[in-house]
Structures are given as C-alpha cells and as structure tokens.
C-alpha cells in the first residue's frame, strides 16, 4: 500500500514538475517572440511594414490632402507678398531684391509640397539606418535552455503540496504574461497606426514652412516626425535593458524571486515603451 502511494506522489511530483517547467518556459518563449517582433518591426520604415496601407496613405495624400495643401500655400504666399507690398510703403521704396526673394521662396514651397513623401520617407531612412545600427549591439532574445535544467533540478528536491502551489502561482502568471505580451503587441501597432496617420497629411503642415508666421506648424510637424521615427531606437534600447535584466533574472536561485522580478521587469518594459514616444518628443522639442 504504501508503495502505491509513493508511486502515486512520484507520479503527481513528475506531473507538477513537468507543467511548472512548461509554463516557465512558455513564459519565456511569448516574450522572446514579443521582443524580436519589436526588433523587426521598429526598423522598418512606414513603405516596408505595409506596402498596402502605405499605397493607400500615399493616395489619400496625392488626391486629397495635396490639393488642400496647395490652396493654403497659395494663400500664405500672398499674404506674404501683400505684407511685403505694404512694408515698402505701398512700392515707394523699391527693391527688386525682395521680389526676387520672395519668387525664390515660392519655388522652394512648391518644391517641399511636391516632394513632401520623399521628405518624410527620408526621415524614416535616417533613422531605419540608426536602428539598423543599434541592432548589431542589443540583443533581445533570450536562451533560457540552461535556465530550465536548474530550475527542474531544484524542483526536485521539492515536495508536491509545494510544488502545486507553484504550479498554480506559474500557471496565473504565465497568463498575466500572456497579457503583457498583448500590451506590447498593442504598443507597437499603435505606433506604426500613428505613423501613418501622421504622414497621410504631411503635406498640410509642409506649406506653411517657408513663412516666418505660419512656418511654426511645418517646423513642429518635421520634429513630431523626427520624434515619431526615433521612437523605435529608444524602443530598441529599451529591449535591450530588459533582455540585460531578464537575463540576470532567470538564472537566480530563487524560483518565486526569479517569476515575481520578470514580471516586473515586463510590466516596465511595457510602461516604458509606453513613455518612449513622450520622451522621444521631449528630445525633439515637439509638442
């Protein structure tokens, strides 16, 4: 009788064992896959990560907002030129030179309006490139191979009452993980969704760049957009402090320590890559 129990308890033992294991692991996996798609997804530019929607954003400007965008040009360079025309005193003092100047301008405004998604997709190349970069020297990814035979080599030296509590403590927060992981997913479209919802008027702000009054709405327009690209490398710095400390945190000795500390630290990567789009304006000076 009492070998049948043993060998039932080892059985319930190699159970808990074997899904306490499953569930940190699986833990470990959705994060790793999380965070690559961060890695892919923030170096692409807005052309790269859906050619569909870009093509779609792309007509909506060139139809729509473009047109729009030239009658406001047009009524900020003669507004220009009738405040030119009164600042010389109603052409009593003439100067040639700010005719020229002010043609000079004209040819420079439409210049900007034409090529205005060349500009932006600059932008983002500049800073596709800085990702690109940075990538060589972060690392998100996380082996957790070794992790997962010191972890079954402690688990057996547990008993089963403590390793079912475990389990079901592993079990509840590999879903809190699993809903973490939706959260970055989320963070991450939303900024591509922002991209692109940004880029469709580009040309808007992009007219009133070469006037001295109106130009404040083009000038902090290209730092929101500057803000926007290089959002992704303060996302991608982010990843790395969290695969740094992660790291440290799956090979420490103690199992709850070691759960409790990578949820945390899930829990501010998520808050922190919530914040890197207010702290990537901050360094822009967008508002």
């Given at each position: ?5 043993d060998?039932l308890?080892?059985?319930?033992k190699?159970?808990l064992?074997?899904g ?7 833990m470990?996996?959705?994060l790793?896959?999380?965070?690559g ?8 530019t ?42 010389h005193?109603?052409?009593q003092?003439?100067d ?7 043609i ?5 405004a439409?210049?900007?309006l034409?090529?205005?998604?060349n ?12 990702i690109n970069g ?5 690392t998100g ?5 070794l992790a997962?035979d ?8 547990m ?15 590999s ?5 973490l992981?939706?959260?970055i ?12 919802l940004?880029?469709?008027?580009a ?15 083009g ?24 695969a740094v ?10 199992i ?7 949820v ?10 919530f914040?890197?789009?207010?702290l990537s ?7």
């Amino acid at each position: 009788m009492d070998f049948l129990f043993d060998s039932l308890k080892e059985w319930i033992k190699e159970a808990l064992i074997g899904g306490i294991t499953q569930n940190y692991q699986n833990m470990f996996n959705e994060l790793n896959m999380r965070v690559g798609e961060i890695a892919v997804q923030v170096g692409q530019t807005p052309e790269g990560w859906n050619s569909g929607v870009f093509s779609m954003i792309k007509s909506l400007s060139d139809t729509v907002i473009i047109p729009i965008a030239g009658m406001i040009l047009t009524a900020v360079l003669c507004i220009e030129l009738i405040q030119m025309v009164i600042n010389h005193n109603n052409m009593q003092n003439f100067d040639t030179f700010v005719f020229f100047k002010w043609i000079f301008k004209t040819f420079v405004a439409v210049y900007i309006l034409t090529n205005t998604f060349n500009i932006v997709m600059a932008v983002f190349g500049i800073a596709q490139h800085v990702i690109n970069g940075s990538a060589a020297f972060i690392t998100g990814s996380l082996d957790v191979t070794l992790a997962m035979d010191t972890l079954s080599a402690e688990l057996q030296s547990m008993e089963w009452y403590t390793l079912l509590g475990l389990y079901l403590e592993s079990s509840i927060l590999s879903l809190c993980m699993k809903a973490l992981s939706a959260c970055i997913f989320i963070i991450v479209i939303g900024r591509m969704l922002e991209i692109y919802l940004t880029v469709s008027v580009a040309a808007i702000p992009f007219s009133t760049m070469v006037n001295r009054e109106w130009g404040q709405i083009g000038n902090n327009y290209l730092k929101g957009l500057f803000a926007l690209a290089f959002q992704g490398f303060f996302m991608m710095v982010v990843i790395g402090i969290y695969a740094v400390l992660l790291r440290t945190t799956v090979f420490d000795g103690d199992i709850h320590s070691a759960i409790w500390k990578a949820v945390g630290y899930t829990i501010l990567l998520c808050f922190s890559l919530f914040k890197s789009s207010g702290l990537s304006k901050s360094v822009f000076g967008a508002h």
